[in-house]
C-alpha cells in the first residue's frame, strides 16, 4: 500500500479537535447546510484550486507557520491517544460525524472557514459564513442573557443570619431562652447549608411514595408501591413493624393520626380506598380496614391537628370525604369540586392548622380553592369560599396542574407547585382571586405527582424535590435557594418531610430507600453546578411545552399501565376454536 503522506509534506490533515477549541470555542456551532467541507476543493477567485497550498499567501504569512508548528506539537502530545488516529485519516465529513459527531463536524468547518481567511482566500461564500456565524453568536448571547434574567427575575436580597451559633450557646448555658433555642436552630440558614445525607434505611422492593413522622418525632412511616407500610425507629435505622396496608395498587400516603398514641395509621391509594390500619403497643398491627372509597386514584390525606379521629381525603373523582371514625359510617362526601360545570379531579389537599375549618385544594387546573367546612353550598360559587392562582395562568392556554399544595405553620401562607411550572406563595388571607406572593424556580416537576413543603419551625424556607434528582431548599423571603443536594439516583425525588423538632428531613423518591439528612457537613454549601442544572430544567421544559401542547391524562396513563400489567391471556392453538366471550377477562381477575 502507499504511505500516507505525513500533512507537513503536501498534504493538510484534516485538524485534530485539540488544534481548533482555542478558535472554535469563540464562536457558535455553524449550521449544517451551505459551508465548506475540510478537505474538499472549493472554487476561488485566485485560481482553479481550492487547496490551502495552492493558495497566494499573504504578505507576513508567517501566522500560518506558526499555526502549522502547533499543530505539529499538539499532534505529537497526543500520539497515544484515540483521537489522534483522525489527524491521518481521509475519510469523508459524513464519516468523521459518525465517529466524532456533528458538533466535532461544526468546529472543522469553523477552521476550515478560518484558515482560508488567515490564507488569504477570498471563497464566495466566506462573507456568508461570516454573517451565519455573527447571527447564531448574537443568538446564543441572546438566549443566555434572557435565562440569566429569567433566574434572577423576582428574587429578593438574602436577609442577614438571624441566627448565631456562639451567642445563642452562650446563652443556652446560663439558661437563658433556652426553650427556644432548638426552634432557632431548626431555622438557622447556616445549618440548612450543612445539610448532607447521614443513612438510609432500606426495606421496600418498590418506590417510596409516602413518608411521615409521628408527633413525638420518634417514628417514621413510609408507604410505598410493594403495597406494604413500614414504621421505622429512624434513628437507629431499624424497621419495628411491617404489615400489608392491605390496598391494590400503589400506597400513596400514610399517616399518624394525631393524639392517637400512635396507634391508628391512615392510608390512601391508587386503588381510591381510604383505609386505617390499628397499630398495637406489641409491634404489629391488629387489622386493616376501609373507610371509604373513591372512583378514582386517592392521592392525599389532610389531618385535623387536634382530631385523633377525624381527617379528610381527596380523590381524582373530585370528591372529598369528611371522615369519622367514630360513626359507623365513617365517609361524609363534603364537597364535588368543579369549575363551573366540569368536575375538577384532586391530587392534593391540606387543612389550615389555625383554622382547622379551612381546607385548601389542588388539582387537574390552575386554581388553589379554599373551602369553608361550615359552610359549603354547592349551588353559589360551588362551594368555594376564596381562589387563588398566579395571574398570568389563569387565560393560560398550557394545561397546568396543581400536584401539591401545604399551609404554613400558622395557617396565614399556603405554598402550592405547578406542574411542569414554578412554585408558588399565596397570603391565604388574602381575598378571592389574589396573585402570589413569591415565586420559586430553578428545579423541575413535570415526570411524577410531586410534593412541596415548608422547612424550619417557622416555615422559613421551601423545600422540592425535582425531576433532575435534586432537593432544592430555597429561603422564603427571597426566593434564593440556599441548598441544592443530590437525591435519588433514580433521577426524581418526591416526597420531602422535614422531622418536626430536629434539624434534619426526610426524602424519598422512585429509589427504593429512604434518605435521612442532617446538618453535620463541616463548611456550608458552595451550590457547585447549581446554575447549570437550573439551565438544563428550563430548557428541558420549555421544549416539551411546545412538544407536547396536551399532556396524557393521568386516568389514561394509569389504564394503560393496569392492562400492561395483567397477565397474557392462554394461546390458542392453530384449529381450536377462539374463547367464549368473556373468558379472557375472567382470566385476567384471576
Not at 412511616?221 to 435505622?237: C, E, F, K, N, Y
Request: glycine residues 8%.
Amino acid at each position: 500500500m502507499t504511505p500516507v503522506t505525513p500533512p507537513s509534506v503536501t498534504l493538510r490533515a484534516p485538524p485534530h479537535p485539540r488544534t481548533t477549541s482555542s478558535m472554535a470555542d469563540a464562536d457558535p456551532p455553524a449550521p449544517h447546510g451551505g459551508s465548506e467541507e475540510p478537505g474538499e476543493e472549493q472554487p476561488t477567485e485566485g485560481g482553479p484550486s481550492g487547496s490551502r497550498e495552492g493558495q497566494t499567501q499573504p504578505a507576513g504569512g508567517g501566522a500560518e507557520e506558526e499555526e502549522a508548528d502547533r499543530e505539529e506539537e499538539e499532534e505529537d502530545e497526543d500520539t497515544d491517544s484515540m483521537e489522534g488516529s483522525g489527524l491521518y485519516s481521509l475519510t469523508d465529513d459524513a464519516e468523521r460525524e459518525s465517529e466524532g459527531g456533528g458538533r466535532q463536524r461544526v468546529k472543522e468547518r469553523r477552521t476550515s472557514r478560518k484558515r482560508n481567511r488567515l490564507g488569504g482566500g477570498s471563497n464566495h461564500s466566506s462573507s456568508s459564513d461570516d454573517d451565519e456565524d455573527e447571527e447564531e453568536q448574537k443568538d446564543e448571547d441572546d438566549d443566555d442573557e434572557a435565562m440569566e434574567a429569567w433566574l434572577k427575575a423576582e428574587l429578593r436580597e438574602l436577609r442577614g443570619p438571624v441566627w448565631q451559633a456562639v451567642p445563642s450557646l452562650r446563652s443556652r448555658e446560663i439558661g437563658r431562652d433556652s426553650q427556644q433555642f432548638v426552634r432557632r436552630v431548626c431555622g438557622a440558614r447556616g445549618l440548612v447549608q450543612r445539610l448532607e445525607l447521614q443513612g438510609r434505611l432500606e426495606r421496600h422492593t418498590g418506590c417510596v411514595n409516602t413518608l411521615h413522622f409521628n408527633p413525638s418525632g420518634t417514628r417514621l412511616a413510609s408507604g410505598s408501591d410493594d403495597l406494604r407500610v413500614v414504621i421505622w425507629d429512624w434513628a437507629v435505622r431499624r424497621a419495628v413493624l411491617e404489615f400489608d396496608s392491605g390496598h391494590k395498587s400503589n400506597v400513596f400516603q400514610a399517616k399518624f393520626l394525631p393524639h392517637s398514641g400512635d396507634s391508628t395509621l391512615a392510608m390512601c391509594a391508587r386503588d381510591g380506598q381510604i383505609r386505617v390500619a390499628e397499630l398495637s403497643a406489641t409491634q404489629c398491627c391488629k387489622n386493616t380496614k376501609r373507610v371509604a372509597q373513591h372512583k378514582g386514584a386517592a392521592h392525599k390525606l389532610a389531618l385535623e391537628p387536634d382530631s385523633p379521629c377525624s381527617f379528610l381525603s381527596a380523590g381524582e373523582d373530585a370528591v372529598v370525604f369528611g371522615i369519622d371514625l367514630r360513626l359507623d359510617r365513617p365517609a361524609n362526601k363534603l364537597v364535588v369540586v368543579k369549575e363551573g360545570e366540569k368536575k375538577v379531579g384532586l391530587y392534593t389537599i391540606f387543612v389550615n392548622p389555625a383554622k382547622t375549618h379551612h381546607f385548601a385544594v389542588g388539582g387537574r387546573d390552575q386554581y388553589v380553592r379554599i373551602y369553608d367546612q361550615r359552610k359549603i353550598n354547592e349551588n353559589e360559587n360551588n362551594g368555594v369560599l376564596k381562589k387563588f392562582c398566579p395571574s398570568h395562568l389563569v387565560s393560560s392556554e398550557s394545561k397546568t396542574n396543581i400536584t401539591c399544595l401545604v399551609y404554613s405553620h400558622d395557617g396565614t401562607e399556603l405554598l402550592a407547585s405547578y406542574n411542569d411550572e414554578d412554585i408558588y406563595l399565596f397570603d391565604s388571607n388574602h381575598s378571592d382571586g389574589a396573585d402570589y406572593l413569591r415565586r420559586y424556580k430553578g428545579h423541575r416537576n413535570n415526570a411524577t405527582v410531586k410534593g412541596v413543603n415548608f422547612y424550619g419551625p417557622c416555615s422559613e424556607f421551601v423545600v422540592s424535590g425535582s425531576d433532575c434528582g435534586h432537593i432544592y431548599l430555597w429561603d422564603k423571603s427571597s426566593a434564593r435557594i440556599v441548598q441544592f443536594m443530590e437525591g435519588d439516583r433514580g433521577g426524581v425525588v418526591n416526597c420531602l418531610e422535614p422531622h418536626p423538632h430536629l434539624p434534619g428531613m426526610a426524602t424519598s423518591g422512585l429509589d427504593h430507600d429512604i434518605k435521612l439528612w442532617a446538618p453535620t457537613a463541616e463548611n456550608a454549601t458552595l451550590l457547585k453546578g447549581l446554575k447549570e442544572v437550573m439551565k438544563k430544567n428550563k430548557r428541558e421544559r420549555d421544549e416539551d411545552s411546545v412538544r407536547h401542547g396536551d399532556q396524557y391524562d393521568t386516568q389514561l396513563l394509569w389504564f394503560l399501565m393496569r392492562h400492561m400489567r395483567n397477565r397474557r391471556p392462554p394461546r390458542v392453538s392453530p384449529g381450536r376454536p377462539p374463547p367464549p366471550p368473556g373468558f379472557l377477562q375472567s382470566v385476567r381477575k384471576r
